[in-house]
């Protein structure tokens, strides 16, 4: 199970059991999976050197992905860039580095730490989260032939024999069971980073911040009443997003010696539906939220409601924003591309379909191509696409009614 989601009786269930399947199909025929670890569109052989950047008055043909990335031996769980990288995490357990922006295969790691569920990039480290209850660190070094090396598993060993021996170190997990307060008790399935700290949410539904200097646990806390399925660092703040159908903001406050977080603001969701993704706009101004009934929901300063679109036709799985547009994947095998407007609302820009299966997660680059960006999309069908997104859409009609995105003639 990729994520949780909330029933009416508050308990965590399967995610895309709760949706109901998409009836509508593309008009567009969609591509079959390449049998070779990478394959371009023959149209842009040269793609980060040669696509143009046409008039809105251009002639278009249907768009197509650029390129099809396979190897895993899973479904693909979580993306990240890392410097001239981007890792591509799977559920069977494996880790793929690939160049970037050229797309080579550079290295596998990771395999046999048990199945990925969320990557972190910070500097020259990369955190990896894991069913198995676990965060491993990598320190990336081109002074090795193991590029990816592990330096440390949290918690620590050095930190759980601290708090080995004193019973008020535990906490009850499940009936006759205790950990420590520093261990997760399920799968964590989401890292962020803020101002020196690393923060992991788990499907246990506690928060828990690890100190980036020695990746010793600090704090604990219980956040939400089911499942959190998503972290973003924001404002000064952390946003998590639970299956409890809230999306929660912690700050930290200093104290004596002490580091604590409160808990600052609520934003509601619809009633017994799962929030599975938060992002946030660079400037902190606006934060998005998709849900499990397809909605995608959106707040400015203050908590204050700014959209709330039926964005697709099953659950909102993943989101991500670059610059202006706000980029969602979906169970309905589809992602959809919007455009933010001055207020915070969003409308939509197009439609890109191909994957086989559910899209579980999504990655924009920051890196300038013909006038568009690049983005990347994982899916439960095991592969890794690359799109290339136009930044100069025809918006005259769009909030009206979708529209597929168009590439130019090469």
Not at 298 to 311: D, H, L, P, S, T
């Amino acid at each position: 199970m990729p994520l949780h989601s909330r029933n009416n009786g508050g308990l965590s269930t399967p995610l895309l059991s709760s949706s109901t399947p998409s009836s509508s199909n593309s008009s567009d025929t969609d591509e079959s999976p390449a049998p070779l670890s990478r394959r371009y569109n023959n149209d842009f052989p040269d793609l980060h050197f040669t696509i143009p950047k046409p008039p809105i008055s251009s002639s278009f043909q249907s768009y197509k992905s650029l390129a099809v990335l396979s190897g895993h031996i899973g479904s693909v769980s979580s993306l990240a860039l890392c410097g001239e990288f981007i890792l591509s995490a799977s559920q069977g357990r494996d880790i793929i580095v690939w160049q970037h922006p050229d797309l080579r295969q550079f290295t596998k790691f990771g395999q046999g730490s048990g199945s990925v569920k969320a990557l972190l990039a910070v500097g020259n480290r990369v955190f990896t989260a894991h069913q198995d209850t676990r965060i491993r660190a990598w320190k990336v070094s081109r002074s090795s032939e193991n590029v990816f090396r592990i330096i440390n598993t949290l918690p620590t060993t050095k930190d759980c024999l601290g708090k080995l021996m004193r019973q008020s170190n535990y906490v009850q997990t499940r009936r006759n069971h205790k950990k420590l307060w520093i261990q997760h008790a399920d799968s964590i399935s989401c890292l962020a980073f803020h101002n020196g700290y690393i923060y992991s949410g788990s499907w246990d539904k506690t928060l828990k911040v690890w100190r980036l200097s020695d990746f010793k646990c600090v704090e604990s806390i219980k956040a939400h009443d089911d499942a959190i399925n998503a972290l973003i660092s924001s404002n000064g703040a952390v946003y998590s997003a639970s299956a409890d159908g809230r999306i929660k903001a912690w700050r930290r406050t200093e104290g004596n010696s002490i580091s604590t977080h409160s808990l600052v603001e609520i934003l509601e969701g619809h009633k017994d539906v799962s929030f599975n993704t938060v992002v946030a706009c660079e400037d902190g101004r606006f934060l998005y939220g998709g849900g499990s009934d397809g909605y995608v929901m959106g707040w400015g300063w203050g908590g204050r409601k700014v959209c709330e679109v039926k964005a697709h036709e099953m659950a909102v799985l993943c989101m991500c924003i670059m610059g202006d547009f706000v980029c969602s994947g979906s169970g309905d095998k589809s992602i959809g591309i919007w455009r933010r407007e001055m207020n915070g609302g969003i409308f939509r820009v197009g439609v890109i379909k191909g994957h086989e299966g559910p899209i579980r997660c999504l990655q924009a680059s920051p890196l300038s191509v013909g006038g568009g960006f690049m983005l990347y999309s994982g899916s439960l069908d095991r592969s890794l696409r690359v799109w290339w997104v136009p930044k100069y859409c025809d918006t005259a009609k769009s909030e009206e009614k979708s529209v597929f995105l168009r590439l130019p003639s090469a």
